[in-house]
T-cell receptor, first 112, second 113 residues
Framework: ELKVEQNPLFLSMQEGKNYTIYCNYSTTSDRLYWYRQDPGKSLESLFVLLSNGAVKQEGRLMASLDTKARLSTLHITAAVHDLSATYFCAVDMKTGAQKLVFGQGTRLTINP | EPEVTQTPSHQVTQMGQEVILRCVPISNHLYFYWYRQILGQKVEFLVSFYNNEISEKSEIFDDQFSVERPDGSNFTLKIRSTKLEDSAMYFC???????????FGPGTRLTVT
């Protein structure tokens, strides 16, 4: 059974600081997704990582994938308050159903 | 930009009642999914649907749940006899034949009293 674990689960940081969220998964997969969720809202796709070594950046967020280590990171640079949200990573099995298995989520709070 | 839509946005029902949650996937997509998220918890897979049949379902998706694509546009999730623990946000998602990225709808918040 595929397990996806994120850490930390809660992160409170100051504006302007850098931090990294980690996503570990338990079985071979080279498709990993990062989503953002604001309270009471749906899942907004941030990044799709499809191969070992993939790195994508959008604004202050950068995601990377190491399939050998079964690890993805989401790095936040010079955080701003607008990035406060819950961030989920998800892995799919690349089987026909392509179901996503989500991590527990990291609730990020950025204080002014 | 095409998007997945869901109705209603919030449904309140009494325990034991049947509910139907509706989704309109993106029009040329072929794979459809339901996920649920209990308040404050992670998103959990319920069921996937392709070519008019279930392709995979989770342990959560027991005999009380069913899915249907009654016409060319709607995709529904039915819960026959709701329980208190069915209270959650239910998300529909879809993806195309050659694509892998799942697009999520805005969700239906189901409250069972």
């Amino acid at each position: 059974e595929l397990k996806v674990e994120q850490n930390p689960l809660f992160l409170s940081m100051q504006e302007g600081k850098n931090y990294t969220i980690y996503c570990n998964y338990s079985t071979t997969s080279d498709r990993l997704y990062w989503y953002r969720q604001d309270p009471g809202k749906s899942l907004e796709s941030l990044f799709v990582l499809l191969s070992n070594g993939a790195v994508k950046q959008e604004g202050r967020l950068m995601a990377s994938l190491d399939t050998k280590a079964r690890l993805s990171t989401l790095h936040i640079t010079a955080a701003v308050h607008d990035l406060s949200a819950t961030y989920f990573c998800a892995v799919d099995m690349k089987t026909g159903a392509q179901k996503l298995v989500f991590g527990q989520g990291t609730r990020l709070t950025i204080n002014p | 930009e095409p998007e997945v839509t869901q109705t209603p946005s919030h449904q309140v029902t009494q325990m034991g009642q049947e509910v139907i949650l509706r989704c309109v996937p993106i029009s040329n997509h072929l794979y459809f999914y339901w996920y649920r998220q209990i308040l404050g918890q992670k998103v959990e897979f319920l069921v996937s649907f392709y070519n008019n049949e279930i392709s995979e379902k989770s342990e959560i998706f027991d005999d009380q749940f069913s899915v249907e694509r009654p016409d060319g546009s709607n995709f529904t999730l039915k819960i026959r006899s709701t329980k208190l623990e069915d209270s959650a946000m239910y998300f529909c998602a879809s993806t195309g034949q050659a694509a892998y990225e799942q697009y999520f709808g805005p969700g239906t918040r189901l409250t069972v009293t």
